[in-house]
């Protein structure tokens, strides 16, 4: 079974700040994808940054970047000069090449960026 | 970039009746996914289409179905509707599997 947890239901950042959103999860496939999905307050889910399990750097996009750390099945988002529109739900997202084709979604991190 | 389109964007049905949910994948895109997100809820898989055929089956109620269209589009049809089928269902797609999924806007069912 595939399983994919946010341990921090909610996470507040000063605006111009560096935050960071945790995620873990399980799998026992071998070739699979991490990513972070972003759910405004419009509900639109929009994909963040995608992370290829066989990769050992680090994907980044612009001020997002991740940390995988495979071992440890860990796969946490930075957010670097947190803005405003930062704000939203975040979902990290797990697909396991060989098993089901759905994504797996953790029960999110709400993100507060304060002015 | 084209994106997901979806249709309606709102939907208001009463309990029993019959919703029918569109989706027009990004041009190219050959695979589509439907997921159900109730209020505060992750989205949850519910089948997907992969070359008009449907590719795998999540936690769909017998009383949905869905199918894929020659032209790539899909179609989700819900009938004898339950108060707890009001979510926000997202259809997304991809360029074959596994590449990244691209999410619509989604459609707000409200069953009264």
């Known amino acids: 079974a595939q399983t994919v947890t946010q341990s921090q239901p909610e996470m507040s950042v000063q605006e111009a700040e560096t935050v960071t959103l945790s995620c873990t999860y399980d799998?026992?496939?071998?070739?699979?994808?991490l990513f972070w999905y972003k759910q405004p307050p419009s509900r639109q889910m929009i994909l963040v940054i995608r992370?290829?399990?066989?990769?050992?750097q680090n994907a980044t996009e612009n001020r997002f970047s991740v940390n995988f750390q495979k071992a440890a099945k860990s796969f946490s988002l930075k957010i670097s000069d947190s803005q405003l529109g930062d704000a939203a739900m975040y979902f990290c997202a797990l697909y396991s090449k060989g098993g089901s084709e759905k994504l797996v979604f953790g029960k999110g991190t709400k993100l507060t960026v304060n002015p | 970039a084209a994106g997901v389109i979806q249709s309606p964007r709102h939907l208001i049905k009463e309990k029993r009746e019959t919703a029918t949910l569109k989706c027009y994948p990004i041009p190219r895109h050959d695979t589509v996914y439907w997921y159900q997100q109730g209020p505060g809820q992750d989205p949850q898989f519910l089948i997907s289409f992969y070359e008009k055929m449907q590719s795998d089956k999540g936690s769909i109620p017998d009383r949905f179905s869905a199918q894929q269209f020659s032209d790539y589009h899909s179609e989700l049809n819900m009938s004898s509707l339950e108060l707890g089928d009001s979510a926000l269902y997202f259809c997304?797609?991809?360029?074959?599997?596994?590449?990244?999924?691209?999410f619509g806007p989604g459609t707000r069912l409200l069953v009264l």
């Open positions: 992370q290829e399990a066989y990769k050992q």
């Open positions: 997304a797609s991809s360029l074959s599997v596994p590449e990244t999924q691209y």
């Open positions: 799998t026992s496939e071998s070739d699979y994808y």
